[in-house]
């Protein structure tokens, strides 16, 4: 099984600053399936970024994804107040699906 | 637009079976993979297992012994079997369409179900 481990746990931030989302497998993706998800309150999860680095439908663009192998990143470039939820990373790999613990992203 | 939506009891006693179903529509069954993922209250997300309606399924090896998932083309519905339940099965369980990278790309809105006696 593939672990995805994600840092931080909890990222206090203000609006309009940048978060910095990461995302670590413990083994190489092959065809580099990272997706993340976003999940607010009582949601379900809203998908973000599919194939690392492809914004989802309807995805504003201060979302973007970027990584490769094994190390990969969630960055918004300018928090909205509605950005802040938890994210997780979610992989498919060695026939499994796997996600990350989430991180909490909170206003400060 | 692709819409999901999960039924099934809301509760459950010990040691009984689990039947969840997802309707879908704006998608056919039949052209993409499906899959099941729980949350129980206050924690992560966790994948049950995903299936292919030709009858292709993976499971979480930790849920493999007391899983089946199955599809049901003529409904256009992804079912959920899982026996032995117990308190630590009370969660949030979800429905999920895949995308074309192994991302989950539409989700249903998720059905709490309670196992107690």
């Known amino acids: 099984e593939i672990v995805l481990t994600q840092s931080p746990g909890t990222l206090s931030l203000s609006p309009g600053e940048r978060a910095t989302l990461s995302c670590r497998a413990s083994q190489s993706l092959t065809s580099n399936y990272l997706a993340w998800h976003q999940q607010k309150p009582g949601q379900a999860p809203r998908l973000l970024i599919y194939?690392?680095?492809s914004r989802a439908t309807g995805i504003p663009d201060r979302f973007s994804g970027s990584g490769s192998g094994t190390d990969f990143t969630l960055t918004i470039s300018r928090l909205e107040p509605e950005d802040f939820a938890v994210y997780y990373c979610q992989q498919y790999g060695n026939s499994q699906i796997t996600f990350g613990q989430g991180t909490r992203l909170e206003i400060k | 637009q692709v819409q999901l939506l999960e039924s099934g009891p809301g509760l459950v006693k010990p040691s009984e079976t689990l039947f969840l179903t997802c309707t879908v529509s704006?998608?056919?069954?039949?052209?993409?993979?499906w899959s099941w993922i729980r949350q129980p209250p206050g924690k992560g997300l966790e994948s049950i297992g995903y299936?292919?309606?030709?009858?292709?399924?993976s499971y979480n090896p930790s849920l493999k012994s007391r899983v089946t998932i199955s599809v049901d083309t003529s409904k256009n519905q992804l079912s959920l079997k899982m026996t032995s339940m117990t308190a630590a099965d009370t969660a949030v369980y979800y429905c999920a369409k895949w995308g074309g990278s192994g991302d989950l790309d539409y989700w249903g809105q998720g059905t709490l179900v309670t196992v107690s006696s």
């Open positions: 194939g690392a680095s």
């Open positions: 299936t292919y309606y030709s009858g292709s399924t």
């Open positions: 704006g998608a056919s069954i039949s052209s993409h993979y």
